[in-house]
Every structure is written in structure tokens, then in C-alpha cells.
């Protein structure tokens, strides 16, 4: 069952929430209901309403289909203190603002009917069925009558309201067409769904945005162009007072670590950080989609620079807390030039690191940069190729031998060294878990191959990348780049060298190549 609130009860209602209530009581007393709000405000709000009708009942848990013992350690796993309160009355959260894990833990809730009631943000619904089915059937037909006025109808009859439906829906997929998120077919009555479409639904970004991500992006996008298509999003229009100006602003003066003029400021910059990361991992998606190997490595900088608000031109130590500008040239000897040099000077011993500095901090400065600097991932990256080979494909030469216009899988092993898996961002208003972008490409052409990112690395962590070597013969590199999508100057990048063959299939043998990746170069 699905429910439209459309506004809080502060304001003029149509429907005031009461009535909500008495549907989810006749119509729905134990199965699932999902109510679509208009704001992430208004997501807490409804929820706390809820739980406040539930309170006159004389069982206040009746939507909690959860073991209580269980339901308390799930909860104990919650990071939002909200929906710590809600999930104990059986009611679920989901917007943006949320951390994922917590978005996981309440989508996992309401599948297993483990909680009836789901308040759910409007701008996360997949954009194509808000502007076709959603719109059309669930909402705009079941009030179309009570809101004629709103909607500009001379009248309440029957063909008058499926008429303006009909026009409404018509316009919505055209939009979405301009959009690049369908085609529609010259029939007029088939549509298809493209890949902009799915790149606003899954990161539940406006079909505006991915319209001007499209028209925008290019192949060797500046990282300062970058950040202009990131702040002129859609998702950004709602802040007050020129609001795509003040978006880039906030974002420059969050990079050089600017003090803010007041409170309010503040506040706008944690909502520009809210929804930053996942507009960047559209735009990186996009990139993909392009093969765009320059704009995507930008894109992913761009990440890292939001997360730890450091410009990319500047020196990586500066992340480091109490580390300023002065501190670089005073304490820092020439061949130490950014953070894997001062891990590797370091080997793991804070005293080393104190010599380093010398007496330019205090010791307690000194043990909250080392306390970083200490707990900064230290990845081992081991690389094999699976694929079609000549006899039995073992080679000790730095090329490898490939078949021409064949697909390969990349397996790229890693292992954290140290221990730790949180983000150390005290720029950054969320908790975040270390994470990374695996990039293929080829320098040469620009050419980007494949793109994955990839979650805390536990122990071993194995990710397989498929690609086809080029149809012509010859030598060709391919470049990985094992990108941070938290910290800046930790990303590394290997090369395969490959020596593409004419393609026999009578000898293809299907094995590994792993003891020739030795000749791969690490920069």
C-alpha cells in the first residue's frame, strides 16, 4: 500500500495525517505501507507522528513484527538517532541523508515485513515512474477532483481529468526524452528505458541533472569545470539566495578551509556535502559511460577533495591535522613530498615522526597527526589476468602475449596491511568507511576501459574487471588505477603490457597468466 503526505500538519492540509491513519488501520493493518513525503524534514516529522498515534493504542508495538531481542541489537547497529526511535514502533526511514548502512539495514527491515510502515523521501523515487505511472495513477487520478482548481481544470468530469492526465503524462516523457533517460519509440506507445535513466534512478538524482551531466561532461573536463557541473545541479536549487553561486563558493571555501561568516553558512555547507558524494559517483558513472579516462580520474580527485577539504594542488601532508602551509617548508626534508613518502619515512614509529617535524608542534599536536598519519590504509595490490592464451600461457617476458579483440578478466587482489577502516574526515559532517575506485583505461587514446568501486577491504579482497584488447596487433598499455575515494595522494596506478597476437582459435587454451604481472610497473 502506498500513501502520499504531501505536507506537514503545520500547514493547510487536504488530507491531514489522521486520515492517513485511518487507511493504514482499514486497508493495510499488517502488511507493508510505504508514505511518500516531500522533504527529508518531513520524512522525521511523519514518522514521529505516526509513533504519536501509535502511543494512544493499546499496543504501541503492533507494527513491530521483529523479535524484540533482535529488534535491539539491529538497532544498536543504527547510526541515526531518529530512526533508532522509530524502528523500536515498527516504523522505517529512508532518505538521503542517511547513512547507507542504516538505508540497508531499514530496505532489508521493510522487505522481511519486519516493519509495516516506511516513510519514504519523494525526490528518491525512481524518476521515470514519478513521471509515469506514480504520477498519473497513484496520485493525480485519486485527486484530481478534490484539487481541479490547483490543476487548472474548468471541470470535475470524467473525460476533462483523463484528458489532463493524459497531456501530463505525455509531457513527462518528453521530458524525460530531452533528457536522455528513454526513447520513445516511432509508434508512439513503446518506450525503453537508457542508461541516464538508470544513473538518476539508482543515485535518485533529477532528470534535469543528468540532462546537463550529458550536455556538460567532456572527454578532458578540467577538475575546476568539474566542480562547476557538480555545484549547478538541480539538487542544489533549493538553497536560498543564488543558490548554485553559493553552492561553489561554500565548496571553495570548505577546500582552503576558510572560516565561515555565521552559523547559517554552516548549516548550507553541510547540506552541499550531503548530497555531493553521490551526484560525483553519477558524474563518475556518466564519465564510464563516455569512456572518458581523464574526466573520471578528475571526478574521483574531486571525491577526495570533498571528503578531506584540501584543494588537489596541494601538498597531501596538509590533510594531516595541526599541518599547515608553514609546517612544509620549516619541518619537512626535500624527498618527503606527500603522505606515502612520510608513511615510508615514518616505518611506523612515532618518534621518527616527531624528528621529522622537529619542534615546530606541540607533542600533543604531534600525537593527533600521528594518530592519522597512523591509521592511513596501507594497501598490497596483486594483480592476474584470466582469458584465452597460446598453449599453456605461462610467460617471464614484461609483455604478455594476448589474442587480438578478446575479452580478459583483470583480478585485482588487495589487502590492508594495517588495521582500521573508518574515514578519518573531520571536514566531512558524516561518518564514512574507506572505500576506492578501481580505473582501466589506456593513456594513449584517453580511452576509459572499466570502472568499479569497491567497499573496506577486509583482510583479502579479490575484484575481477573484464575488458577486450584492441582488434589491432601490436603492443598497447593498460593502466589500473587503484583510486581512494576518501583520502588525497594515496592512489596508485600499475601498468600491463600487452602484446596483442592474431587470434588462433585452434591453440586458445583458457588459463591465468599471474607470474608475468611481475613485469608490471608501479608509479
Known amino acids: 500500500m502506498v500513501l502520499f503526505h504531501p505536507l506537514s500538519n503545520s500547514l493547510s492540509l487536504p488530507l491531514p495525517l489522521s486520515y492517513r491513519w485511518v487507511s493504514i488501520r482499514s486497508h493495510s493493518p499488517a502488511m507493508p505501507v510505504l508514505i511518500v513525503v516531500s522533504s527529508r524534514r518531513q520524512t522525521r516529522l511523519t514518522a514521529l507522528e505516526l509513533i504519536a498515534f501509535l502511543a494512544t493504542e493499546d499496543d504501541p508495538k503492533q507494527w513491530l513484527h521483529q523479535d524484540k531481542t533482535q529488534m535491539t541489537d539491529i538497532i544498536a547497529t543504527v547510526r541515526e538517532s531518529n530512526l533508532k526511535l522509530t524502528l523500536a514502533f515498527g516504523i522505517g526511514m529512508h532518505h538521503t541523508g542517511l547513512h547507507q548502512r542504516d538505508r540497508k539495514t531499514v530496505e532489508e527491515l521493510y522487505v522481511n515485513y519486519d516493519v509495516v510502515n516506511y516513510s519514504f523521501l519523494t525526490s528518491i523515487r525512481p524518476p521515470i515512474r514519478d513521471d509515469c505511472n506514480t504520477v498519473s495513477v497513484t496520485c493525480r487520478s485519486n485527486r484530481g477532483c478534490v484539487l481541479s482548481s490547483y490543476n487548472s481544470l474548468d471541470d470535475i468530469s470524467h473525460e476533462t481529468i483523463n484528458k489532463f492526465l493524459s497531456n501530463l503524462v505525455e509531457r513527462s516523457l518528453r521530458d524525460l526524452e530531452c533528457s536522455y533517460c528513454m526513447e520513445i519509440g516511432e509508434d508512439d506507445c513503446t518506450i525503453e528505458a537508457l542508461t541516464y535513466s538508470r544513473i538518476s534512478s539508482y543515485y535518485y538524482l533529477k532528470h534535469q541533472t543528468v540532462r546537463m551531466f550529458k550536455e556538460r561532461l567532456r572527454a578532458e573536463l578540467p577538475i575546476q569545470d568539474i566542480l562547476s557541473v557538480l555545484t549547478d545541479a538541480e539538487e542544489y536549487g533549493e538553497l536560498p539566495d543564488s543558490a548554485h553561486i553559493k553552492t561553489h563558493l561554500l565548496l571553495q571555501a570548505h577546500f582552503s578551509r576558510e572560516q565561515l561568516p555565521c552559523s547559517a553558512y554552516g548549516t548550507d555547507t553541510k547540506t552541499v556535502m550531503d548530497n555531493a558524494i553521490r551526484i560525483c559517483q553519477a558524474m563518475l558513472d556518466v564519465a564510464a559511460n563516455e569512456g572518458w579516462l581523464v574526466t573520471a580520474l578528475s571526478i574521483c580527485n574531486l571525491v577526495q577533495m570533498i571528503i ?60 593527533q597527526a600521528w594518530s592519522f598519519l597512523s591509521h592511513l590504509p596501507v594497501v598490497e595490490v596483486r594483480l592476474s589476468v584470466k582469458g584465452w592464451w597460446e598453449g599453456c600461457g605461462e610467460d617471464q617476458r614484461s609483455w604478455l602475449d594476448v589474442h587480438a579483440d578478446q575479452e580478459y578478466v583483470l583480478q585485482v587482489s ?107 610497473s608501479v608509479k
Request: hydrophobic share 35%.
Open 414 to 520: 588487495l589487502q590492508r596491511i594495517n588495521t582500521g577502516y573508518k574515514t578519518q574526515a573531520p571536514r566531512f559532517p558524516k561518518n564514512k568507511d574507506e572505500g576506492w575506485f578501481l580505473v582501466l583505461g589506456e593513456v594513449e587514446r584517453r580511452e576509459l576501459l572499466a570502472v568499479k568501486r569497491i567497499g573496506y577491504c577486509r583482510h583479502r579482497s579479490t575484484v575481477s574487471l573484464a575488458f577486450y584488447t584492441p582488434e589491432k596487433t601490436g603492443k598497447c598499455i593498460y593502466t589500473l588505477y587503484l583510486m581512494s575515494d576518501s583520502y588525497l595522494g594515496l592512489d596508485q596506478q600499475y601498468d600491463l603490457h600487452l602484446n596483442m597476437t592474431p587470434a588462433c582459435i585452434a591453440a586458445q587454451v583458457n588459463s591465468e597468466v599471474t607470474e608475468a604481472m611481475g613485469g608490471m
Open 308 to 367: 578531506q577539504g584540501r584543494w588537489l594542488n596541494e601538498s597531501s601532508i596538509l590533510t594531516l591535522p595541526t599541518i599547515e602551509q608553514q609546517h612544509l617548508y620549516l619541518g619537512f626534508p626535500g624527498p618527503i613530498e606527500g603522505l606515502p613518502e612520510l608513511v615510508a619515512s615514518c616505518k611506523g614509529r612515532e618518534n621518527t615522526f616527531a624528528a621529522i617535524l622537529g619542534e615546530e608542534l606541540q607533542p600533543h599536536q604531534i600525537s
